[in-house]
Nanobody
Framework: QVHLVESGGGLVQPGGSLRLSCAAS????????MAWYRQETGKQRELVATITRSGMTNYEDSVKGRFTISRDNAKNMVYLQMMRLKPEDTAVYYCKADVQTGPNYEDEDWGQGTQVTVFS
């Protein structure tokens, strides 16, 4: 069994910064792609950023140049540095990881989410 736990959310004024962290633990053989998603109240969950095991990244257009995804493979961690935050970034942020629990088995695991609120 694998657990993902996010942290680092909170309240911030527009223009401010936050750094989200996500720690994976449990029966982990290897973690492949990792990602951050977000979901505003009443809306569908959307992809924010992805990172491969080798560090290749991709971002949703509205966060390009403001958010940076990174990871530490040794610690099974993924991070999201968010800068110049806007009210429309307000959402619950979730991390996702494609986790292998053995050489031939991969599953998709999600964290429980952390709230980010940008208010003036």
């Amino acid at each position: 069994q694998v657990h993902l736990v996010e942290s680092g959310g909170g309240l911030v004024q527009p223009g401010g910064s936050l750094r989200l962290s996500c720690a994976a633990s449990g029966d982990i053989y290897k973690i492949n792609d990792m990602a951050w998603y977000r979901q505003e109240t009443g809306k569908q969950r959307e992809l924010v950023a992805t990172i491969t095991r080798s560090g290749m990244t991709n971002y949703e257009d509205s966060v390009k140049g403001r958010f940076t995804i990174s990871r530490d493979n040794a610690k099974n961690m993924v991070y999201l540095q968010m800068m110049r935050l806007k009210p429309e970034d307000t959402a619950v942020y979730y991390c996702k990881a494609d986790v292998q629990t053995g050489p031939n088995y991969e599953d998709e695991d999600w964290g429980q989410g952390t709230q980010v609120t940008v208010f003036s």
